[in-house]
């Protein structure tokens, strides 16, 4: 079922309707992480909103081929070409071998994927493993005249490219902006014709690590050229959306804009997609700071800045909570405010298998699929869905309570439109805990079993116990109900 989808294109600074170059296949390029430590929100927002936008598509009919990058080599201390490689800098302090450092965390980084309910891609390239098809790519941009050789590296001649295309068009920057914001004085400027130019490959000094042969020197690619090689590759010379974080429109996309110009003659990308960026406190995320966070300690609530754990589904329902293209300040009451909305949803979903149709139907659904379809049509706005969701749940919640009746039809509508979007797009895992820690469900399990023992004293006719019990937890905040089958239970 096709759907008008709408999406923002960073390139035109507009909303465009989503109309593939091929007719059921669409060509998804996403920048992956950087591995050379444990991964933290930073990664989990991009993760999650083109998990969210490859599970869409595939739900309104199209074949999607999802290509997300693993960077092993060439992304750089300080600047896309200047400084000392991560991961091998991560590897000589540690004493490793560079590949020993990228498995290891890449490992863990699966694994956080996995609990975040994020799918995996459909390829999952390393640009380690494509040195071959980035020395094509800087083969073709020298041949074309936007590149020099110098010492041994490679760099691209981004006046000379600015001259005859637009450098920035993406970023919406201007070359004497960029002149004005390049530093003058990192190690390998001395080798450029100009302080703006970037490295397609760098010669690798003595000490380094990691280094490759070329037809230039034994060196490393820089680290724009991966993903116009590995999208090119996988994708074609033109595929449909190219993802990521904004903090990578420049200098990162932009390069490979020009790296894709200047090599085949124009862009391969149509569509170019960017999520917002993740605060904690107000305060950008940062190690200096004391605030960066991985989602490990995250899940297991053991940062000093965390006053519990949260669930994966509980950080995964919070980041949906926002429209990808807004910001996002993680504190500990919006998680908190989350975890209790992600429960509240899920228990409205529970209540929903239990309910009982009737011939009559008293509830109004309303339209609660198209306006959730509407909703993921305008730029995959998921707070829109999520709050046509919670309007559904106070209907199930009324049909619940006796208080309205409901159809079978509009029964089984219901079921299907929660499923769809609350498990199969939003990528929402539905457990009896709604994805919650040990410690949560050790809790829950704790008061049920302490409402056990009163539902043991009511049968035994020991009012006073069962009186007792319940006074009690209703003075912590607890709202009990009895019902016909047992009891339940909310704060």
Known sequence: MKQPLVIYNTLTRSKEEFKPLHENLVGMYVCGPTVYGDAHLGHARPAITFDVLFRYLQQIGYKVRYVRNITDVGHLEHDADEGEDKIAKKARLEQLEPMEVVQYYLNRYHKAMEALNVLPPSIEPHASGHII???????????????????GSIYFDVPKYNREHHYGKLSGR????????????LDGQQEKHNPVDFALWKKAQKEHIMRWPSPWSDGFPGWHCECTAMGRKYLGNHFDIHG?????????????????????????????????MITINGQKMGKSLGNFITLDEFFTGSHKLLDQPYGPMTIRF????????????????????SEKGLERLMDSYRRLQQL???????????????????????????PIVISHLFDAGRTINSVYDGKATISEADLNELKEVFKLFIEDIMGLKVTDEAGQSKAETAYKAVVDMVLNMRMEAKANKDWAKADKIRNELTALGFDIKDRKDGFEWSI
């Open 244 to 276: 990521g974080g904004m903090d990578l429109i420049f200098p990162h996309h932009e390069c490979e804009i020009a790296q894709s110009v200047a090599s085949q003659g124009d862009d391969m990308v149509h569509y170019w997609m960017h999520n917002n």
């Open 133 to 151: 098809e980035q020395i094509n790519l800087v083969k073709e941009i020298l041949d074309n005249g936007y590149a020099y050789e110098s010492e």
């Open 356 to 382: 009982k149709p009737s011939p009559v139907s008293s509830a109004d659904i309303n339209g609660i699929r198209q306006k959730c379809f509407d909703a993921m049509n305008d730029d995959l706005n998921t």
């Open 318 to 337: 919070f980041i949906l909570q926002a429209h990808y293209r807004s910001t996002v300040d993680f504190s500990n009451e919006a998680l908190q405010a």
């Open 174 to 185: 201007n070359l004497d902006d960029v002149l004005n914001t390049s530093r003058d004085n």
